[in-house]
Structure formats: C-alpha cells, structure tokens
C-alpha cells in the first residue's frame, strides 16, 4: 500500500512539475510575465494584417496600383508632444486618483474625453448636476456653439496633441493643418461621421488621411493640375442628429464640394423590433469553456487551450423579432415613420445634412456601414477575444443571424436613399472582407482594416471625381467656391469646478 501511494504521490509531483515547466515555458514564448499571478488581458487593436489577401477582389480603378495603395501619409507637421500637465492628469484620471470630480456615480468619466471642447449648452449651468460631466476631474473646456443648440455635444481641442496621440488642426478635426480660406484648383473633401471615421487616437493614420494622400499621388501621376484636401469631421459617439449639427455649423461653411457620410453603428438598436429583451448573463457554451475563460485570465496553457475550444457564438435566449407591419425588407419604404432600428429618424437628419450641403454649393455622399456581424461567424477564442465578447456581451443578447439581418438592412435603406435623391453611394459593406483579422469590435477596425477600407472608399471615389473633372464641374472657379468661414469664432475657455460631494444622478432617457 506504500509503495502504491508513492507511485501515486511520485506521479502527481511529475504532472505538477511538468504542467509548471509548460506554463513557464509558453508564458516565455508567448512573451508574458513569468511569475505574475494575472496575466495581461488576450486580444487588442493590432490584428494581423492580411489585405494582401483581399486586394484583388476589390473594385478597379484608373490609376490604383498596389504601389499606390503600399504608400502611406507624410508624418503630421503639427503633431508635438504633450503638455506634461495633461499627462499627469490622463494619468490621474485613470487611476482614480484625479481630484474635484463627483465620487458617486454609475458613470464613470474617462480620460480620453478630458481633452476636448464640451458645448456649453449641453453642460448646463451646474456641472455638477450632468450624469456624466460631474465625474471630471474639477476642470473642462467648454465652447459656445454658434446657433444656441446642444448638438454636437463636443468638439476636439483645435491644434493640439492629446496623451492618447490625437493630432488637430486649427479646426478642431484630427489631421493636418488645413486653412478654412480654400486654395485654387483644390478640391474639397470632407468626411462625416462617428468613432469609424475619428478612428482610434492612436492609430497612425484615419481613413481621411490615407484617402488624400492616395488621391493627390493619383491625381500627379495623371498629371493632373489639382490638388486634394480630404478632411475629417468626425468624433467618436456621435449619432446622425450630432452629424447633422457637425454639418450646419462646421462643415458648409467650409464650402466643401462633397461630403461623405459614415455611420451605422451607434443607433442600430435591435430593441426597436424586439418587444420584450431578455435579461441575463452572457456565457460560452460549455462549463469547458466557461472555465478556460476565467483560467486563461491566470493562465498561458489554459489560454492556449481557450484558442482551440469553439470560438462560435455563445448561447443567446430566446425571443421575438418583430418586423413592423407594412415595411418592406426587400424594397421599403423610406418615407415611414417606423423603419427599424432608428433609420426614419436617420433618413430626417440625412434630409437636413443635404439640404445644408447643397445650400453651400456641395454634393452629399453615402456610405453603406460595415459590420462583421454573420450568422455562423467562427472567431479565434483566444485571439479574437475583443471581437468574441464585443459580439457576445456588448450586443447581448441579440443573435449574430439578427444582427446580421438588420445591418443589411440598414444598408438597403442607405443605397435607396442615395438612389432616390441621386447622391453618389459607396458600397463600404459589400466589399469589406469579412475577415476578423480587420476588426477590433463588430464595426471598428484594426490599422490594417481602417487603411483597406480607405482604400475600399477610394476606388469608388476614383470614377466619381473622374466624372466631376470631365464635366468641368471640378475643381471650382473661385467665384464658384463662395467665402469659407472658420470654425471656433471663440475659442474654447476652461471652467472650474469641485464636484467631489456632488449627488448621483440618473441618466436621462436618450441622453448621451
């Protein structure tokens, strides 16, 4: 009997020692710490990037080399660093330590949002009394907006460099220095839209600024004698009724001659059409793969295990998809007042961003919105973490097969719209692979997604301006182009403030 239980003890010291020697030697090749009990978390922005893939099955176009697409943006002429004090405060900020902010709260203030203009309406009089402005840290720049409304809620810092890598002009957009007065022989371009179009701050470069750099190569190697500026609007968060405020009191008085529009993801809302939307927690499939999920927290086998379990999507309850009565999936409508999914609400912010666009003398274009959503999707468990629980938890608990429906959509909707009113339409979603290595989430991109979907918008551009010069329409005489007016009149002024024994305070309904 001793000598059994030796056998056994001597056996599972081996498995320990073993299993101990193959997490120290995967954490090492995996480049992880050796003895840290919680591991980094799996997954990010980076991706791999697998375009060269993809290229060929893209649309042609005149001019559009693989060399053209391999050429990046010059680096930002008035990209600095920034100010020590705003990185102690971002520091701050993000550990909880910043002073003057509300201590309560469901809501907590993040960093990236201390470094921009808030719209003076919006705050109100009392900071201390907004859900979620409260939590700053005692201090926020503010500006006036010129027409009294709350909309758009924010604007970037004009020429800055933020701690997160956000570079702006002197209007206020990420990008590089541009003059409102226009150039002549220039033609002006302008890009509208959400977080997809802001882009991450980090990232290298925004889909605006690969697209003029692509077009005023092409437009020199076909000799032309014009010149691009192809400038982006966009901040992150915004819905189509901030978009069309970005529109009214930025982007017409700029006189662009065409603005393309970009968004589809912050108003997708599936409870439009679902009645009653089940509760619960979102969970793998599997105690399996519950447990490696937790596991591979403290873990490098058992993340290396969590890889090959399946990474389909999890289990989702049950409920009802109600289709509202009357609409058309195939061919609706567009003049109703109950689209699915908040589209009538966006097809009224639409009308208004092309009348205004059309009053300065441009063209409104739409985009159909990319999504990664698709019934039967299978994603790396352990790679595509952030794609995983970005499916599985922020959606929940809405089925990858609905998503799937309502994007198309969506997107149905954009192209009659564009159709009926005769705008330009770029088909972003019918030709963005969709290949997991191109997204962070199910609409953001990774830098190598963002860049091949620039160039995705750039090959259906590339006819479209080949049209515009032909007819003579473009570039516009000077006479033509009307007296551009600058953005931030006033510039943005920093209040103080001390919220630290401030009251909670409930989200409005609807609010941002």
Request: charged fraction near 25%.
């Amino acid at each position: 009997m001793k000598k059994f239980l030796g056998s056994v003890l001597l056996t599972a010291m081996s498995v320990v020692v073993c299993v101990a020697f193959a997490e120290l030697a995967t954490r090492m090749i995996d480049g992880l710490p050796w003895f840290a009990a919680d591991l980094p978390p799996v997954g990010g922005t980076e991706g791999t990037d697998t375009t060269a893939n993809h290229l060929g099955n893209l649309p042609k176009a005149d001019g559009a080399t693989p060399t053209l697409y391999a050429s990046d943006p010059p680096p930002l002429p008035n990209r600095t660093k920034a100010p020590q004090e705003w990185i102690d405060l971002e520091r701050a900020i993000v550990s909880g330590t910043a002073q003057g902010g509300a201590k309560t709260g469901k809501h907590r203030f993040e960093d990236w949002d201390m470094f921009k203009a808030w719209n003076s309406v919006f705050v109100g009089d009392d900071v201390c009394k907004h859900w979620y402005l409260k939590g700053a840290p005692g201090q926020l720049w503010v500006y006036d907006p010129p027409d009294g409304k709350a909309r758009p809620v924010f604007r970037f810092l004009p020429n800055v460099t933020t701690p997160r890598g956000l570079v702006t002009n002197e209007l206020g957009w990420r990008g590089p220095p541009v003059q409102a007065a226009r150039q002549p022989k220039t033609i002006r371009i302008v890009f509208v839209g959400a977080s997809t179009t802001a882009e991450v701050h980090g990232y290298p470069y925004s889909g605006p600024e690969y697209i003029q750099n692509w077009l005023n190569r092409w437009a020199a190697a076909k000799q032309l004698d014009v010149r691009f500026e192809v400038l982006n609007a966009g901040r992150e968060s915004l819905q189509s009724a901030d978009i069309a405020a970005v529109v009214k009191t930025e982007v017409a008085p700029l006189r662009p001659d065409l603005v393309v529009y970009y968004e589809g993801g912050n108003e997708l809302d599936l409870s439009t059409v679902v009645k009653e939307v089940p509760k619960g927690v979102p969970q793998p499939a599997g105690k399996l793969a519950r447990w490696l999920r937790e596991a591979a927290k403290h873990s490098a086998l058992a993340r290396r295990l969590e890889a090959v379990t399946d990474g389909g999507e999890w289990p989702k309850p049950d409920y009802q998809l109600t289709w509202p009565a009357g609409v058309d999936e195939k061919n609706p409508d567009l003049s109703r007042g109950d689209l699915p999914v908040n589209l009538s609400g966006i097809l009224r912010n639409l009308d208004s961003i092309r009348e205004d666009v059309t009053k300065a003398g441009g063209e409104l274009a739409v985009s159909s919105f990319s999504w990664l959503a698709k019934d039967g999707l299978q994603l790396d468990a352990n790679r595509h973490k952030p794609l995983v629980e970005g499916l599985n938890v922020r959606l929940y608990p809405y089925r990858y097969r609905d998503l799937e429906r309502m994007t198309k959509f969506e997107n149905l909707v954009f192209e009659k719209y564009a159709a009926e009113h005769k705008l330009p339409f770029i088909d972003v979603a019918g030709w963005m692979p969709h290949d997991p290595e191109l997204f962070s989430d199910a609409f953001h991109n990774t830098p190598a997604g963002v860049k091949l979907r620039a160039w995705i918008m750039f090959l259906q551009l590339v006819p479209l301006i080949e049209k515009k010069l032909a007819l003579g329409e473009w570039p516009k005489q000077a006479a033509e182009m009307g007296v551009a007016q600058a953005p931030f009149a006033v510039a943005p002024r920093k209040i103080t403030f001390d919220c630290s024994n401030a009251p909670d305070v409930e989200r409005p309904v609807g609010d941002q």
